[in-house]
């Protein structure tokens, strides 16, 4: 730092490398996005590069609520987060070989953005029909004529952009699947329900053009077939759709093999919200859990076992390891959480870090097992959801247009 200061003769830098970027839409083949419907929106052009966490999908389409009823009628609002609720499945392919896919698309990123973002970074999600306020109508809701537009960033959807912020070309085809109603969409005061019509979706992608020397440097590794690596990570997520009646009960995640080693662990807990208009989808309940554990083969993790006690606003051990989390996972050295420690009683997202493993789980298939207690038995049509996130690794040689999986 004190050298610097001496560079009295130093020449100011000028970053000229990328002579040229534009936003161009591509739309999709079939125009049909009812429920259930599968979407499908191609790049053919293989000499253009892309850059993905820079591009975003566009969502125009009306909320239309059921008449009122005699009896029982209410309110209906969009829910927050209603846009990634629109679809059940979302996955990326390159060369015609699948890079990242993600399936409860609505849940995956709800969660994604309580424990990734920061609290300045969550403001520009508003477009992609994020809000903050759970009084409020979602910013990009007209309810003069109750149509709605959201632009979802790539990176919110997918877990490839989110981690690699480079250039891609070739054969590239985004799949979206629609979520098989809209019931997590919507949330009613009454027994009225409404539907949500999409009307468009395009795929504005940022095409990047470098300056003629990268260029003919790019253009010489794809001629030699210079393999590139795509690491990113992946969130994984697993569904146990009943748990049991007790106070304690252990779930079988998955066996997992040495080259999916997981790094974190995020439980939650939803009782009667799926599914269900009469509530909040994007909240989560605490179910009165004193413990959560997570055992990789005999590992167990957290090592000394928690001690919560939400009746009595007690679960200092839970929200630390979700501050710790924003920081591990970001490489910052600051928190900066979404949710205060009240706020963390209405949607308490469970972290388990298991980064640090020793050789005995590295050399070995692992068992992905949960155990968690709560003072009082777990209510009835309560839910677990288990995110496993693990490295990935994809290798990609440009010329043969050959994919690999490393990792």
């Given at each position: 730092m004190?050298a610097?200061?001496?560079?009295v ?5 000028i ?6 970027e534009e936003?161009h ?14 979407i499908?929106?191609i ?8 850059s ?16 009122v ?6 309110n209906?609002?969009?829910?927050n987060?209603?846009a990634?609720?629109l679809?059940e499945?979302?996955?990326y392919?390159?060369?015609?070989v699948?890079?990242?896919?993600v399936?409860e698309?609505?849940?995956v ?9 920061g609290?300045?970074?969550?403001r520009a999600?508003?477009?992609a029909?994020w809000n903050?306020?759970e009084?409020?109508q ?15 960033p ?6 490839l952009?989110?981690d ?14 629609r ?5 997590n ?34 253009l010489?590794g794809i001629?030699k ?7 990113f ?8 759709p ?5 106070n304690?009960d252990?779930w079988r995640?998955k ?7 997981p ?6 807990f ?8 009469k ?8 179910c009165?859990?004193?413990?959560v554990r997570?055992w990789?083969?005999s590992?167990?993790?957290?090592y000394e076992t928690?001690?919560?006690q939400?009746?009595k606003?007690?679960?200092?051990e839970a929200?630390q ?5 924003y920081?591990?996972?970001n ?7 979404i ?13 388990l ?9 590295r ?15 777990f209510?009835?049509d309560?839910?677990?959801y ?6 990935r ?8 247009g ?6």
């Amino acid at each position: 730092m004190s050298a610097s200061k001496l560079q009295v003769y130093s020449s100011p830098e000028i970053d000229d490398s990328i002579s040229k970027e534009e936003e161009h839409t591509y739309s999709p083949q079939v125009r049909s996005f009812d429920n259930n419907d599968e979407i499908e929106i191609i790049i053919n052009q293989r000499d253009i590069w892309i850059s993905l966490f820079e591009s975003f999908i566009q969502v125009d389409g009306e909320f239309i609520p059921d008449p009122v009823p005699e009896t029982g009628g209410g309110n209906v609002t969009l829910t927050n987060n209603a846009a990634a609720y629109l679809f059940e499945n979302v996955s990326y392919e390159l060369n015609n070989v699948e890079l990242d896919s993600v399936r409860e698309v609505g849940t995956v990123s709800t969660i994604k953005t309580f424990l990734c973002y920061g609290k300045d970074e969550v403001r520009a999600l508003t477009l992609a029909g994020w809000n903050d306020q759970e009084s409020q109508q979602l910013k990009t809701f007209n309810e003069t004529d109750n149509t709605f537009s959201f632009r979802i960033p790539l990176s919110y959807l997918l877990n490839l952009p989110f981690d690699y912020h480079r250039i891609v070309s070739g054969h590239q085809k985004l799949r979206l699947i629609r979520s098989r109603n809209d019931a997590n969409c919507f949330i009613s005061t009454g027994t009225r329900k409404a539907t949500l019509k999409i009307n468009n979706i395009e795929l504005k992608a940022k095409h990047v053009y470098p300056n003629d020397e990268i260029k003919l440097t790019i253009l010489e590794g794809i001629n030699k077939d210079r393999v590139i690596s795509l690491p990113f990570r992946k969130w994984e997520i697993h569904e146990l759709p009943s748990v049991r009646q007790t106070n304690n009960d252990i779930w079988r995640v998955k066996t997992s093999t040495q080259l999916e080693k997981p790094r974190f662990i995020i439980v939650c807990f939803q009782t009667n919200r799926k599914n269900n208009p009469k509530s909040d989808v994007t909240l989560f309940d605490h179910c009165d859990v004193r413990s959560v554990r997570l055992w990789l083969n005999s590992n167990v993790y957290p090592y000394e076992t928690w001690k919560l006690q939400f009746a009595k606003n007690k679960y200092l051990e839970a929200y630390q390891a979700y501050v710790d989390f924003y920081k591990e996972f970001n490489g910052k050295d600051r928190a900066e959480p979404i949710l205060s420690y009240t706020d963390y009683k209405k949607r308490p997202i469970f972290v388990l870090d298991c980064s640090k493993q020793n050789e005995a789980i590295r050399s070995s298939t692992i068992d992905i097992s949960l155990e968690f207690e709560s003072d009082n038995n777990f209510p009835a049509d309560t839910r677990a959801y288990c995110i496993i996130i693990h490295d990935r690794i994809m290798q990609y040689y440009p010329l043969t247009g050959i994919i690999r999986q490393l990792i």
